[in-house]
């Protein structure tokens, strides 16, 4: 881009695209009309509409004042197969949604070689794919190998960027398959060269998944020797908390003694619960000098695995064959039913099936109850009849407890260490409304309607602040040298319209987005370009 110091007489080189007309969000409110000059996948500059000649041949999109944001991040989404579905593009595109971290929860695809040790079990991939059926569901054509292979379906075939994260628990498996026990310092040590290669293929971190077995044998001298690493690249630890509400406090102290032990900076996923305690646990963090943040998402129901939120620790959930074998044991049950299933009499209420593959898939969408009511047995014995006839494939959604409150929603959501993040589950014929809705909510509902959040606040809450702690420094911005990943947004029509009965409805308010300056969406539909790319932090100059 080369310009003169007089308006109008400035000349574009190289631009090929141009949105014209659109405003930017300021700390002080929304800008003047301004133009973004594109050229190839980056902006090349930000001009006062109509300054700049629009170059011979440059592709034109009228921005009309809307709002242009850099593409939202969605920092936790379970998509890493969901992302090459096209109507899961549509619903991310229709958020203004352009980049997405996958690998949550400590459970994915990858790395995935065959088993060094644990003779006759899974290789990690069929491991993770099996359990975690009903929340990632199965990539359409990764089989199995390293984090570099994974990244690489995702070049050029989805109008999306998607970064992962390493997962602790495939990790763990692929080293000492599903032991439920601490690991031997030469495994821990497998473990950590299998990090460092898995962080070389262009992983953005690593996910913990606490609350799920094999990770919950995990010690914190496991934790600690991973966190080093990421430390040593300022790549962040994800985790998904070993408890939440009641538990978040225990939790969380663990996710500070990993941080203070090793220096690594921490994120925790979902977090929910009593706001004002969390919110302590914090700023208790922060106060004591460590790095600190969370993502939440604006409702009051959550998604899981039935298996995870019905049955108790002590069974091998995460070997789904002799889980269900033993669910199939007379003395088992009894022990269930006297010792387990009696602590959860408030739970059943508040569980729809979300995902019910098999001979019970009419009750997708039904309350737990009402499943029972129609096999004619109690909850319980549904709950087992589900598990078993799923092979524990079956997801939920549930209300969570009364601590999680609309002020505690909005509480979270309001504190600088917060990003947006979905956790969408698109697995199911009723998934929870949030693959489709829960960045639109967040701009309708906490921006427009109770003010929450200024539009500024919103720019950092759902794009800057993701790529600033996974290391994308070419996004999160409009300015020049920027990545072009650019979303149009009309601030009066933005909405999510996805509810719990009907949860495939795309959202409205959002209907032009561009990727690296491709139009991936234009009108509300999806143009077919995809020139999503595999995302991976930069690396810092003096580690380059």
């Known amino acids: ?17 141009v949105v014209r007309g659109a405003r930017l969000t300021t700390p002080e409110g929304l800008s003047e009309p301004v133009d973004l000059l594109v050229a190839g996948d980056t902006i090349d500059d930000v001009v006062p509409a109509g300054t700049v ?42 958020q203004g949604i352009t980049s997405i971290v996958v690998g949550q929860d400590g459970v994915s695809y990858a790395p995935s ?37 994974l990244l690489a379906t995702y070049e050029g075939t989805t109008p999306l960027n998607v970064a992962y994260l390493v997962p602790h628990g495939t990790l763990r498996y692929g080293v000492l398959g599903g032991a439920a026990r601490a690991t031997t310092p030469e495994e821990t040590e497998h473990m ?37 690493v990421l430390a040593e690249r300022d790549l962040p630890h994800v985790s998904h908390m070993r408890g939440y509400e009641d538990k978040a406090g225990t939790a969380i102290a663990e996710l500070v003694r990993i941080a203070r032990a090793s220096g690594v900076a921490t994120h925790v996923s979902h977090y929910h619960g009593p706001a004002a305690e969390l919110v302590g646990y914090v700023e208790d963090a922060h106060a004591a000098g460590l790095d600190v943040t969370f993502d939440s998402y604006p409702y009051l129901r959550g ?77 319980v014995d549904t709950t087992l009849r589900i598990l078993v006839s799923t092979h524990l494939r079956a997801g939920c959604v549930f209300a969570q407890p009364p601590t999680n409150s609309p002020e505690s929603v909005r509480t979270l ?38 003010g929450d959040w200024t539009w500024h606040d919103a720019e950092r809450h759902l ?30 029509t933005v909405q999510d319209v996805a509810t719990y009965e009907d949860p495939r409805r795309p959202a409205t308010g959002i209907d032009d987005v561009l990727v690296a300056g491709v139009p991936v969406l234009v009108g509300g539909l999806p143009t077919g370009a995809t020139p999503g790319r595999a995302l991976r932090p930069t690396v810092p100059a003096d580690r380059a």
């Open 113 to 149: 070689a065959p088993l060094p040790v644990a003779d006759g079990a899974p290789d990690a991939h069929t491991w993770a794919t099996g359990y975690f059926s009903a929340i990632n569901g199965e990539h359409p054509t990764f089989r199995g190998g390293s984090v570099a292979d």
């Open 413 to 450: 959501l309001r504190h600088p260490a917060q990003m947006g993040g979905s956790d969408a589950i698109y697995q199911g014929g009723r998934p929870h409304p949030r693959g489709w809705g829960a960045f639109a909510r967040f701009l309708a509902e906490h921006v427009r309607e109770l």
């Open 1 to 17: 881009m080369s310009t003169t110091d007089q308006p109008g007489d400035q000349v574009a080189t190289g631009v090929t695209l």
């Open 303 to 379: 998604c899981s695995i039935l298996s995870m939120v019905s049955l108790p620790t002590w069974l091998p959930i995460a070997d789904p064959d002799a889980t269900v074998a033993m669910l199939q044991d007379p003395g088992v049950v009894a022990c269930l039913k006297a010792e387990h299933f009696p602590r959860l009499t408030d739970l059943w209420e508040r569980v729809t099936m979300a995902a019910v593959p098999g001979e019970l898939r009419w009750s997708e969408g039904m309350a737990l109850l009402d499943v029972a009511d129609r096999l004619g047995l109690d909850p």
């Open 53 to 94: 000649p629009v170059p011979p041949g440059a592709h034109v999109v009228e921005a009309a004042g809307r709002i242009a944001f850099p593409g939202f991040i969605d920092s936790h989404v379970h998509g890493e197969a969901a992302v090459l579905d096209p109507d899961v593009q549509l619903a991310m595109l229709r």
């Open 463 to 492: 794009s800057t602040a993701a790529a600033e702690r996974f290391g994308f420094t070419d996004r999160g911005r409009l300015a020049p040298g920027a990545r072009a990943d650019v979303v149009l947004l009309d601030p009066g």
């Open 192 to 228: 950590v060269a299998t990090l460092r290669e898995a962080l070389d293929d262009g992983a953005c971190g690593l996910s913990t998944g606490l609350e799920y077995a094999p990770a919950s044998n995990a010690t914190d001298d496991e934790l600690i020797a991973l966190a080093r």
